[in-house]
């Protein structure tokens, strides 16, 4: 069985500090994806990254990086210089390929104050 | 726009009633998704469909049906066998590859209470 574990429900930080978000899974495949997405309030989910288990390189996106460790299991996501816009639920998935469907984890709450 | 549109935004299920959540999508994705949200989770598979026609449960289809008569359609209906209802739901399309995990796009959701 596949298990994705987020274990910090909410994190609190000051505009412009930088945040890491962690990603910890499980998963007896050998060929495996992972995903990072953003839930505004609005509620509707925005896709950030996927990852293939078999491409370890991390992967920067403006004030966005993420750090795919598959020694630890790990799929950490960092934002530098956070800003307020940040603030939201942020979700890590993990699928075992095909067009079945995604292991969510519970989340972390974001909250960004100015 | 391609997207994927959810209907209604918010609605309301009295005891025993049947209802049925709208998802369509013009991304010409064969594979369409139906997740559930609860407050402080994350996100559960109720079914799932890979192509027109066929679908699979997922890992909490009890209390639901779907049907996937046309591509671009994917209806929810969360019956009366439903005992605890009220959730966030939330339809994803995507692409289908072979073995590749294609990211899945997701609609803005239907917020369904109960009476």
């Known amino acids: 069985a596949q298990k994705v574990t987020q274990a910090q429900t909410e994190i609190s930080v000051v505009e412009k500090e930088d945040v890491t978000l962690d990603c910890v899974y499980e998963t007896r495949d050998t060929t495996y994806y992972l995903f990072w997405y953003k839930q505004p309030p609005s509620g509707e989910l925005v896709f950030l990254i996927r990852?293939?288990?078999?491409?370890?390189q991390n992967e920067i996106s403006g004030r966005y990086s993420w750090n795919f460790q598959k020694s630890t299991s790990s799929f950490n996501f960092t934002i530098t210089a956070s800003q307020v816009v940040d603030s939201a639920v942020y979700f890590c998935?993990?699928?075992?390929?095909?067009?079945?469907?995604?292991?969510f984890g519970k989340g972390t709450h974001l909250i960004i104050q100015p | 726009d391609g997207g994927i549109t959810q209907s209604p935004k918010y609605l309301f299920r009295k005891e025993g009633q049947n209802v049925t959540l709208s998802c369509e999508q013009n991304l010409n994705h064969d594979a369409m998704y139906w997740y559930r949200q609860d407050p402080g989770q994350g996100l559960r598979l109720i079914y799932y469909s890979q192509i027109v026609n066929d679908f699979q449960k997922g890992d909490i289809a009890e209390g639901y049906s779907v049907s996937r008569e046309k591509k671009e359609s994917f209806p929810l209906t969360v019956t009366s066998a439903q005992k605890n209802p009220t959730a966030f739901y939330l339809c994803?399309?995507?692409?289908?590859?072979?073995?590749?995990?294609?990211?899945?796009?997701f609609g803005p959701g239907t917020r369904l209470l109960v009476l």
């Open positions: 998935a993990l699928s075992g390929g095909g067009a079945d469907g995604l292991t």
């Open positions: 994803a399309s995507s692409t289908t590859q072979g073995i590749w995990a294609e990211t899945q796009y």
């Open positions: 990852r293939n288990s078999f491409d370890e």
